[in-house]
């Protein structure tokens, strides 16, 4: 995203639509097996997204009189779907599930290196005061953090936490030399961007990983724990809201105006904004609907999208969890992939009053349908029923 004007998104998501063809016409004329479910998941995949980024740009347009295009355009984050039908298609014509996670995580790592790349050659402060918007909004300020460039903040977290076990197991002097730098990027890059939230969440999810979810015979301890952590989250989301407008008064304001919205209209929600046209400029200035989590997430979408929306993140959760124990089970050491996921989604459900909108944004839509190919392909190899 730092170089070529952010363009670099739109080219993977068109990378992402050729794999997509290409994997679904390579598998319906090669395999002919019976429980390939070609159908369900190249046409519920296309169902899906044109759903996802018609429904919110026609609901922006109605509420705001606006033309929808622009929000349509504005929604392409929801392309980042098309990664699941393309993991499982790509095994089924032939590629094993090493490769593909091996792909993932080298991926994952080289993001993480070129984060601290691109800090070291950027100027964060005449980039913040840059007359051009695709430059001056990668770099954040406040008085406390200073400059920050915006970060990958998952690439950074899958490389401090997988990177260990990656390096750990690598087979060759190069490969394991390439994780202990992406080891290093991911720490350092923690530093710099001090999202103290974020990286607690991490932490937590990593915590809870081992303490319930390592193993199957751990499970016990998660349901004796699991509804106390549920009270607790509750007594979070009480207080959070409650002193909201003592210590965060934009935060408020638009938490007070976007459920204000939400009472009115509470199926569909105000819709997607887009560049010419922002939420805020109809609400008020300091609006920003991603500052607010699962209330920012349902004035976008509406409150049954919303619910659509933790169901999936819980979903995905789940499959990623039994799928590593049968992982565990068939070659005796877990996927560093899904225990990256388990750990971040972990921590997200743990923060879901302020982590369900991400799963509205690019990253969060490849993580789920990252963990969703990766389960079916893991479920297929090695033989497992749905």
């Known amino acids: 995203m730092y170089i070529l004007n952010n363009r670099l998104q739109e080219l993977g998501s068109l990378i992402l639509l050729v794999l997509f063809a ?7 004329l090669n395999v002919r097996a019976a429980d390939l479910r070609w159908s369900w998941w190249v046409l519920s995949t296309i169902l899906f997204i044109a759903y996802a980024m018609m429904v919110p740009a026609f609901v922006f347009s109605a509420n705001t009189g606006a033309p929808a295009l622009p929000s349509v355009m504005s929604t392409r984050d929801f392309f980042s779907a098309l990664l699941a039908p393309v993991l499982y298609l790509t095994y089924r014509a032939g590629m094993k599930p090493d490769e593909l996670e091996n792909t993932i995580a080298v991926a994952l790592g080289a993001i993480a290196i070129s984060y601290i790349i691109h800090w070291a050659r950027m100027d964060l402060a005449a980039a913040y005061r840059s007359t051009d918007p695709f430059i001056q909004l990668m770099i954040t300020y406040d008085e406390w953090r200073g400059y920050r460039l915006k970060a990958p903040g998952l690439a950074l977290i899958f490389g401090a936490f997988a990177g260990p076990i990656l390096a750990y197991r690598a087979k060759t002097a190069a490969l394991r030399v390439y994780w202990v730098l992406v080891i290093g990027a991911s720490i350092w890059g923690l530093v710099l961007i001090q999202s103290r939230a974020f990286t607690a969440a991490a932490v937590a999810g990593f915590a809870l990983y081992h303490l319930w979810f390592a193993r199957r015979s751990r499970l016990p301890l998660f349901y004796l724990g699991g509804p106390v952590l549920g009270v607790l989250m509750g007594l979070f989301a009480y207080q959070f809201f409650s002193t909201l407008h003592e210590h ?4 408020y304001a638009t938490v007070k105006e976007a459920t204000e919205f939400l009472a009115e209209h ?5 819709g997607k904004d ?4 922002r939420e805020k400029e109809i609400m008020h200035p300091r609006f920003y609907s991603s500052d607010v989590g699962i209330v920012g997430a349902a004035f976008r979408v509406g409150i049954p999208a919303t619910i659509f929306l933790v169901f999936m993140v819980l979903y995905a959760l789940k499959r990623a969890i039994v799928v590593n124990w049968l992982i565990v089970r068939e070659r005796g050491y877990s996927s560093a992939v899904l225990f990256f996921f388990i750990l971040q989604a972990t921590g997200d459900v743990i923060n879901i009053v302020l982590s369900a909108v991400q799963y509205l944004k690019i990253v969060g839509i490849l993580m789920l349908a990252m963990t969703i190919g990766l389960t079916a392909v893991y479920r297929h190899f090695y033989g497992s029923p749905r």
């Not at 887009?274 to 046209?277: F, I, Q, S, V």
């Open 266 to 270: 509470p199926l569909l929600g105000f």
């Open 248 to 251: 965060d008064v934009a935060r």
């Open 274 to 277: 887009n560049e010419t046209l």
């Open 22 to 28: 290409y994997s679904a016409l390579l598998s319906a």
